[in-house]
C-alpha cells in the first residue's frame, strides 16, 4: 500500500517554528542578563567600597593603637584633622595624641567613597556598648553616617551576617544611636554611666566589632567600627 508523502513545504514550516522559538528564548535570556549584569556591577562596586570603608575604618583603629603603645590614656586621644567639626578641636593641639597627625597616630583621614551615603565623613563616639565586646562600658568607635541601606546589606553580608536582617540599634533615651549628636563627639569623655546598649538579640553573629546597624529614632543606617573595646 502506498502512503501519501509528506509536503516539504509542511516540514519546513515546522523547522521555522522551532527556530523562531529558539531565537524568543535566546532573546528573552538575553534581556535578562543585561538587567542581572547591571545589579552585579552595582553589588561589586559597593563590595569594593565595603571594602575600602572597612580598610580605613582599620587604619583609624591602628593610629590609636600607636598612641595607647606610647603610654598615653585612653582620654589623651584626639580626632581633630583639617575637616573636624569644632568638638574635635584643633590638629596642632597635643599633636602626639592626635590620631590623624603624622607625630601621633599617623592615619590619613579620608572621605567615604562616593554612593555609601550622604557625603557625611567618619565620626568618632564613646556613647555606645557594642554587644559581646568588652565590659558594659561604652567602647571608642568610629562611624560612617547616613549609609545607604544597600550599603549596609552588602556590608553585613560582607562580615557573615545573615541574609534578609539588619542589627537594629534602637534604644531609648539619649544617645539612642551610635551616631550620636554633634556634643557626643569624642573629645576624651566616655558616657560609661548610661551608654547605648545595642538590641543584641537583633545581631546574628556575635561580638560585633564592626556592622552596619539601622537606627529605629530616626530612620537612619549606620556603620560603626570599634576602635577600642573598653
Known amino acids: 500500500m502506498n502512503y501519501p508523502s509528506k509536503s516539504p513545504e509542511s516540514g519546513n514550516v515546522i523547522l521555522y517554528v522551532l527556530i523562531g522559538i529558539f531565537l524568543v528564548g535566546l532573546l528573552t535570556a538575553a534581556i535578562r542578563n543585561v538587567g542581572g549584569g547591571n545589579d552585579n556591577i552595582d553589588r561589586e562596586d559597593l563590595l569594593l567600597k565595603a571594602g575600602q570603608v572597612q580598610r ?63 557625603g557625611s565623613g567618619w565620626e568618632i563616639f564613646a556613647t555606645s556598648a557594642i554587644p559581646q565586646v568588652g565590659s558594659d562600658k561604652a567602647e571608642l568607635i568610629a562611624v560612617l553616617p547616613n549609609v545607604t541601606e544597600a550599603f549596609c546589606t552588602v556590608m553585613n553580608a560582607q562580615l557573615g551576617f545573615d541574609a534578609g536582617t539588619q542589627p537594629t540599634d534602637d534604644a531609648a533615651g539619649s544617645p539612642s544611636c551610635v551616631m550620636g549628636d554633634p556634643t557626643d563627639r569624642f573629645d576624651g569623655t566616655f558616657n560609661d554611666s548610661s551608654p547605648n546598649p545595642l538590641d543584641d538579640t537583633t545581631f546574628s553573629k556575635l561580638p560585633a566589632y564592626q556592622a552596619c546597624v539601622s537606627c529605629a529614632s530616626n530612620d537612619t543606617f549606620n556603620y560603626y567600627y570599634v576602635l577600642m573595646a573598653r
Open 56 to 118: 580605613h575604618a582599620a587604619e583609624i583603629a591602628r593610629g590609636v593603637n600607636i598612641i595607647l603603645e606610647k603610654k598615653a590614656s585612653e582620654a589623651d586621644l584626639r580626632f581633630a584633622h583639617d575637616d573636624a567639626p569644632t568638638e574635635y578641636g584643633l590638629i596642632t593641639t597635643t599633636p602626639e595624641y592626635q590620631v590623624f597627625s603624622t607625630e601621633g597616630g599617623s592615619a590619613t583621614y579620608r572621605m567615604p567613597p562616593t554612593g555609601v551615603n550622604d
